[in-house]
């Protein structure tokens, strides 16, 4: 890591929250960036800004300010596609977050192109977001859904994806980039070429990926991604779903009104071009504008020095947490193959009695299943604790984690 | 962590070793409830004779708070009456452990502690109800469970 691009203090001065006390006028640890992250004044003022000075629908009329915000918007959709190697911005289609964006794929898609007897396959580890629309799916459709499993360091099993491939029933494969519990980073590219090898589609949720390290879509090739803003600086309620435009152009819309229209009349409509034909409605024209500035913000650290940042900060809390008295910490040992996620429980402590001690210290962990409850269900738990990094997370901040969970450790005398 | 309000000792020890744990075959009340989103989980049983609880006991999974609410409530509530059981109220419960200030403090931890009563409630509303075929004297039980927390 190179200290001259990346200062902390510099970074925390950006992000006003983190001076916030909390309790007992305890410094604030925000340790819960998994969940969404803070945001820096960088992104605060740019949606004060559009407020104050250009607030304006956009897509329609011709006055002034229309067509600003309408640019703002659209550089926007410029700046995902530089961010993450796409070659037409065309491709890119604001959601509301990660979940729209695969119940978008999960229902345009999957209408036409799943039907009895194919087989959707998902993961062990996923989210329900990357679960639930599919199980929709499948049953409306008589369709299957498979799984891939997780071994014991919390890997996926691949040879279990080649054997539903085999069948040759397989339509998608669905697969998040990095668990948002186990912080495991699937081997996508190997996945996809299974998937592409097979004639499979393969959708990939990487709402815990993008924020944390360098993605390259071009290179990866997948057929849909989809992430989220506000895990990554950004506002909440703005995601993506990235798709490859031959299949978008097949697609049949998800939504219909306002703005995916070319003509209405009153029994057939004709759609926009992509990617208007996915966007029903005004879209959340603030945030899109101030999700710009937080690539921006990520890009000028560099996505290599934060992943770097995340393997020092996730290595030094692993060989601390290990010397608590009666921890058990979930996930792959190699940091070349996790994210900054920790989850760990305390034998028979219950995670949110955790949660509530260490609240107490000013530290913001998250406690419950993660929306992930068949994963708590392999991992024969009802819940974790989950410790999670980012751009601004320091050593003396896991130190009071650290800390906390000792006093924990002495409240239940373990 | 001495003087922590929430974590005495008393709840630590009823978490670890909660009283009236288990199950009642063929019980004449059993209800299970859960907080979705904490996940807290429980199962309560009731035997009545006589009009009044002979038996209690639950089980299931939840956080300290939840163990030692419920086993607090089963103590509390063991050969009272149903007349008496009707009317008991969230304050009762939680002062038997000192939780009164979660009220005002934790309105997340709240419903860890009132789990067990707002089973209850619904359990011997039900009993009335269905079993009894005597909604009379089930009052309003369902309406005050639902509003507990």
Redo the contacts between chains.
């Keep these: 890591m190179q200290a001259n691009t990346y200062s902390l203090e510099e970074i925390r001065k950006d992000f006003p929250v983190l001076n916030r006390r909390v309790r007992d006028d305890k410094k604030l640890v925000y340790l819960d960036n998994a969940a969404t992250t803070q945001k820096p004044n960088q992104v605060i003022d740019a949606i004060s800004d559009y407020y104050k000075n250009h607030n304006s629908n956009i897509h329609r009329a011709v006055h002034a300010l229309a067509e600003e915000s309408t640019e703002a918007f659209e550089l926007t959709r410029d700046k995902v596609a530089e961010f993450l190697n796409i070659q037409d911005p065309q491709e890119v289609i604001f959601t509301k977050g990660t979940t729209e964006a695969i119940n978008l794929v999960a229902n345009a898609w999957g209408r036409d192109n799943v039907k009895e007897g194919d087989i959707i396959v998902t993961t062990e580890y996923e989210h329900h977001s990357n679960i639930v629309p599919w199980q929709l799916l499948t049953q409306d459709k008589k369709a299957q859904l498979k799984y891939i499993d997780i071994d014991d360091n919390g890997e996926l099993k691949l040879e279990q994806l080649d054997d539903y491939l085999a069948t040759g029933k397989v339509k998608l494969v669905a697969c998040s980039h990095t668990s948002n519990v186990l912080g495991t980073i699937s081997p996508v590219k190997e996945i996809v070429s299974k998937c592409k090898n097979a004639g499979a589609k393969i959708l990939i949720d990487g709402a815990q990926a993008v924020p944390h390290m360098k993605v390259d879509l071009s290179e990866l090739d997948c057929d849909f991604y989809a992430f989220s803003a506000h895990k990554m600086l950004g506002p909440t309620g703005v995601g993506v779903l990235w798709a490859k435009k031959e299949i978008l152009q097949e697609m049949t819309p998800y939504q219909g009104g306002g703005d995916m229209i070319r003509e209405v009349h009153k029994y057939e409509t004709t759609w926009n071009d992509l990617p208007y034909k996915f966007e029903a409605g005004t879209p959340n024209i603030a945030d899109v504008i101030g999700f710009k500035n937080a690539i921006e913000y990520l890009q000028k650290i560099g996505m290599d020095n934060i992943r770097e940042h995340e393997k020092e900060l996730t290595k030094y809390a692993l060989e601390r947490m290990e010397k608590v008295p009666g921890i058990t910490l979930y996930g792959v040992k190699d940091l070349e193959k996790r994210g900054g996620v920790i989850s760990f429980n305390f034998n028979d402590v219950h995670p949110h009695d955790v949660g509530t001690i260490i609240d107490k210290d000013g530290v913001a962990i998250r406690s419950g299943h993660h929306c992930a409850q068949v994963l708590m269900e392999k991992l024969n738990v009802a819940a974790t604790n989950r410790a999670s990094f980012y751009v601004y997370t320091t050593k003396e901040e896991i130190d009071v984690l650290i800390s906390s969970l000792e006093s924990v450790a002495k409240v239940f005398k373990l | ?1 001495s003087g ?1 309000p ?2 005495t000792e008393m709840i ?1 020890e009823y ?2 070793n909660p009283s009236n744990y288990g199950k009642i075959d063929d019980a004449h009340i059993h209800r299970h409830d859960s907080n979705p ?5 429980i199962d309560l049983y009731l035997n009545i004779d006589d009009n009044k609880i002979s038996d209690v006991k639950f089980d299931g ?6 163990m030692a609410c419920s086993s607090v409530l089963t103590e509390m509530i063991k050969g009272k009456s149903l007349d008496e059981v009707k009317k008991f109220e969230k304050d009762e419960l939680l002062s038997e452990l000192g939780l009164e200030h979660l009220i005002k403090t ?1 309105p997340v ?1 709240i419903k ?1 502690a009132l789990l067990s009563l707002k089973t209850l409630k619904y359990g011997i509303y039900s009993y009335f109800v269905d079993k009894m075929k005597d909604s009379e004297s089930a009052g309003n039980l369902n309406e005050e469970a639902a509003n507990l927390y």
């Design positions: 962590m922590d929430i974590y630590i978490s670890r989103l904490c996940g807290d989980s999974s939840g956080c300290a708070i939840c934790s931890r860890c």
